[in-house]
T-cell receptor
Framework: DGGITQSPKYLFRKEGQNVTLSCEQNLNHDAMYWYRQDPGQGLRLIYYSQIVNDFQKGDIAEGYSVSREKKESFPLTVTSAQKNPTAFYLC?????????????FGQGTRLTVV | QQQVKQSPQSLIVQKGGISIINCAYENTAFDYFPWYQQFPGKGPALLIAIRPDVSEKKEGRFTISFNKSAKQFSLHIMDSQPGDSATYFCAAMGGVMDSNYQLIWGAGTKLIIKP
């Protein structure tokens, strides 16, 4: 079955540590997105990529980095520069050349600073 | 102008009642308005979507009402059930002028259906 897989489901980070969240999709979608969700808040865009080897900053990119070396994969690194990383992180993908299509989401990664 | 304002922030409805969630936008270039449903600890999933060429779209117990002149759209859940308890997000996307095809999200509504 096609879909988006995020791993791990839970992740714990120590102060000053970089961690990488995985996002893999087998939907053959060109566009992929990373969102951050805090309790009681909506989805805030961190980074997005419309094509392999290209990505753009979203609204809250500071302290995060991404890569897009393969169409299927869009990993997110939460760096030590992100001072408040505890949140629920969601990866999504869609077909960019047709605006009115569904965005598919993974099951999320809950990151906690310990 | 890129914002989508969603209300209420939370909503409690009795089983069998009608749940109504509202969204408003400013950007007249938006031409795709989806609603997503999110259960705790899960990613959002598309529930229903509408284009501005129609004023209403119904799928089962879920209906989107769209008012283009007021720049508002709403989700109605008829005969609300405890299984509908979730967070609902409205969103909007630009048309041919929006080359990024990004969804602009509302802040979400936490819906609780009381048995």
């Amino acid at each position: 079955d096609g879909g988006i897989t995020q791993s791990p489901k839970y992740l714990f980070r120590k102060e000053g540590q970089n961690v990488t969240l995985s996002c893999e999709q087998n939907l053959n979608h060109d566009a992929m997105y990373w969102y951050r969700q805090d309790p009681g808040q909506g989805l805030r865009l961190i980074y997005y990529s419309q094509i392999v080897n290209d990505f753009q900053k979203g609204d809250i990119a500071e302290g995060y980095s991404v890569s897009r070396e393969k169409k299927e994969s869009f990993p997110l690194t939460v760096t030590s520069a992100q001072k408040n990383p505890t949140a629920f992180y969601l990866c999504a993908s869609k077909i960019p050349d047709r605006a009115w299509t569904e965005a598919f989401f993974g099951q999320g990664t809950r990151l906690t600073v310990v | 102008q890129q914002q989508v304002k969603q209300s209420p922030q939370s909503l409690i409805v009795q089983k069998g009642g009608i749940s109504i969630i509202n969204c408003a936008y400013e950007n007249t270039a938006f031409d795709y308005f989806p609603w997503y449903q999110q259960f705790p600890g899960k990613g959002p999933a598309l529930l229903i979507a509408i284009r501005p060429d129609v004023s209403e779209k119904k799928e089962g117990r879920f209906t989107i009402s769209f008012n283009k002149s007021a720049k508002q759209f709403s989700l109605h859940i008829m005969d609300s059930q405890p299984g509908d308890s979730a967070t609902y997000f409205c969103a909007a996307m630009g048309g041919v002028m929006d080359s990024n095809y990004q969804l602009i999200w509302g802040a979400g509504t936490k819906l609780i259906i009381k048995p």
